[in-house]
Nanobody, 121 residues
Framework: QVQLVESGGGLVQAGGSLRLSCAAS??????MGWFRQAPGKEREFVAA????????YYADSAKGRFTISRDNAKNTVYLQMNSLKPEDTADYYC????????????????WGQGTQVTVSS
């Protein structure tokens, strides 16, 4: 069973930055990335990356502010979040899937436990 372990969440002021990390115990999937769920809202796609080709995918809310990257040797994906806004406050979940279609439809095979991000105004 693949395990995904997130880290890097915390409290930051608006305009600040955070970097989330997600380490996979093994890599048996193609797509890895992030979702988030704010209090009282549905979980939403944030960003994803393809392990085999250099393709990245972003939600409109993340474009221009967030950057997803990977370290193949460490089986780790990073989400660099800049220019954070209070509306970015949410629990961020790492996930892994076999295709971007499956991933974006939230049918990922593996999920992490989540890490909390709080952006104060």
């Amino acid at each position: 069973q693949v395990q995904l372990v997130e880290s890097g969440g915390g409290l930051v002021q608006a305009g600040g930055s955070l970097r989330l990390s997600c380490a996979a115990s093994e890599r048996t999937f193609t797509i890895m990335g992030w979702f988030r769920q704010a209090p009282g809202k549905e979980r939403e796609f944030v960003a994803a990356i393809n392990w085999n080709i250099h393709s990245t995918y972003y939600a409109d809310s993340a474009k221009g502010r967030f950057t997803i990257s990977r370290d193949n040797a460490k089986n780790t994906v990073y989400l660099q979040m800049n220019s954070l806004k209070p509306e970015d406050t949410a629990d961020y979940y790492c996930a892994a899937a076999d295709s971007i279609v499956t991933f974006r439809s939230q049918r990922a095979r593996y999920w992490g436990q989540g890490t909390q991000v709080t952006v104060s105004s």
